[in-house]
């Protein structure tokens, strides 16, 4: 493994794109402890150990790598740009023009990631605007005496110099992830998520050991990240799962040359759809509470809400949880992978799964697979997505840590060390993962 190390930093191509990556990170996390201009930042940091309101904003917090309740430039994060990035991918099976974009190759897709640029803007400013309100009046600390605070000055100028900013800070954010996806290693927008989510970590697990005794507490920290391994272990294990569906090519003669006559295969993995159903389904019910707050807590069914749809272990809340995983599962993987599609083109380029005719009856076997494979694939999201919220219950602090967070930083890791194996292929080595 040491040997391995030392011969990435030998390959100067590759030693010059992990440090390019490193150093866009590195500027990433300074832009995270930036506060916005206006913002009083002792009263945030007063206000962020006494606020209650991290379960209901844990996502986007998670995501911009704890900026949102710091109130800074970068608050935001990454998330208008995986919404919109979403909200495209959705509307392409949807609207003709996108879905002719799509097949248009580089060029088109080109295009598709314009248009998904502007709506993150859009997004950004639309949900800054909401984050400079929600500072303003403190109903983004709801249990801090001086939330109403956090913004002295109340006037319209100071509100709208903080939503260009932080609508800047976000357009900047997408920048670093593609100037990272174009001259570094690795996904640019998946390392910004995983650093993210990633420092966050020591922070809740210190908080955890301190929520108790000294004894209680070192107990409660070793059980957390002996739950936190095994689950690591098990999206391992099923993120590189995968049915390989086989693909035979004809060999065909043109002249006095051959070409064809070779076989590969189609990878389905067991979770096609990634996390994006978690993402959807944590998204969806965290719109019931806002609602709920934001509308008082004098109706009947605000109280029903806040009682039982609030991050916990309540049974609402998690078998809602649960179905709203397996339906974007299938959800999404009915709209990202089109059976037809692949059939048709294995057809076009002359090939054919052994045993089944090109063409429909392949469509109709790559979907039965398809099937097949999500039902236990959205199960495992569900699983790792709820275990967390079930197993940590009990330790002070650990509700910060989720199956979504585990998710990204397996996922992204394991992917980053491929993209970097296979550098190390092209070079004529080994390969980083083995000795």
Known sequence: MLTKFAQ??????????????????????????VPLPGVSYARVEECTDASSSKGLLGLANVFSGGALLQITIFALGILPYITSSIIVQLLTAVIPRLEDLKKQGSAGQTKITQYTRYLTVALALLQGAGLVAAARSGAIFSGCPVADQVVPDDSLFTAAVMVITVTAGTTCVMWLGELITDRGIGNGMSLLIFIATASTLPRTLWAIKQSGEIADGWISFFSVILIGLALVGVVVFVEQGQRRIPVQYAKRVVGRKSYGGTSTYIPLRVNQAGIVPVIFASSILY???????????GSGWATWVQRNFTQGNHPYYLLAYFFLTLFFS???????????????????????????RAGRATAQYLGYVLNRLT?????????????????????????????????????????????????LQQQQYGGFLRS
Do not use: C, M
């Not at 930093?9 to 832009?31: A, D, M, P, S």
């Not at 009915?334 to 089944?356: C, K, M, R, W, Y």
């Open 375 to 423: 039902w236990p694939g959205s199960i495992y999201l569900a699983f790792v997505a709820l275990v967390p919220t079930v197993a940590f219950a009990s330790f002070g602090g650990a509700n910060q840590l989720s199956g979504t967070s585990i998710l990204i930083i397996v996922s992204v890791g394991i992917e980053t060390v491929k993209q970097i194996d296979s550098q």
């Open 287 to 297: 719109v019931p509470p806002l609602v709920a707050q934001f509308s008082g807590s």
């Open 330 to 356: 299938f959800f999404y993987v009915s709209i990202t992978f089109n059976p037809d599609e692949v059939a048709g083109n294995i057809q076009q380029a002359g090939g054919f799964v052994p045993g089944l």
């Open 8 to 33: 990435i930093f030998t390959h100067r191509e590759l030693r010059n794109k992990i440090l390019f990556t490193l150093g866009l990170l590195v500027i990433y996390r300074l832009g995270t402890h």
